[in-house]
């Protein structure tokens, strides 16, 4: 079955062995491995009510604001800054990474687990759905190829195995509708682009069917 990463962002998590509505969320972003594109991590966060105050270095608390403001992925976004103090305000907002091997089923509306990670630091090797969303996708010869409009996920592959693509020379040449593309090359975070090498058989699909 091929499902969007789009659709699937606000479908319920469910922990299968408790079925009360307080322990129902949404989910808020899709984990992937950098390398092989296999499904890492579903997220969701909690609202934990605690309002904290505390000081901490003016370089941790902008890798704190772009963390909120990017997504999953800001590890690898330089910072820089003095090493003053400056106030962070702490709403008690807590992410929680559903593992994929604690995931016992999935759909575009619910997502049903066994179990959850509570990480203080976002996964390594991994990169999110909403991190690169609308990044352009950029050939070797630094031409567009699109924007990255969805994630196709393939969950008998456990895996990302095309883009949907708005925008772009490329997908514009084969009409105005969203093209897909297969999934490759890597995300560079430095310039916000996710990179591939274009070669002749790169054809642009018109449905997720043919990835």
């Given at each position: ?24 969320h949404k ?153 897909y593309m ?30």
């Open positions: 079955m091929k499902l969007s990463a789009e659709k699937l962002m606000g479908a319920n998590a469910q922990n299968h062995t408790i079925s009360t509505e307080e322990t129902q989910i808020n972003d899709i984990l992937f491995n950098m390398y092989d594109h296999r499904l890492c991590y579903f997220t969701y966060t909690v609202d934990n009510g605690i309002n904290q105050r505390e000081e901490i270095p003016s370089d941790k608390h902008m890798e704190t604001v772009v963390a909120a403001t990017s997504g999953i992925g800001t590890q690898h976004t330089p910072f820089t800054g003095s090493s003053t103090l400056a106030a962070n305000q702490n709403y008690g907002k807590e992410t929680f990474f559903i593992p994929w091997h604690q995931v016992k089923e999935f759909d575009e509306e619910k997502l049903v687990f066994s179990g959850n990670e509570l990480q203080r630091d976002e996964p390594k090797e991994c990169y999110s759905y909403m991190a690169i969303k609308d990044w352009d996708v950029i050939d070797q010869d630094g031409e567009k190829i699109g924007k990255i409009k969805d994630l196709i996920i393939d969950t008998d592959r456990q895996q990302v195995i095309g883009f949907s693509l708005a925008e772009g020379f490329w997908k514009n040449l084969f009409g105005q509708d969203d093209k297969p999934v490759s090359g890597t995300p560079n975070w430095e310039s916000r682009e996710w990179n591939i090498e274009r070669t002749p058989d790169l054809l642009l699909k018109d449905n997720k069917d043919e990835l």
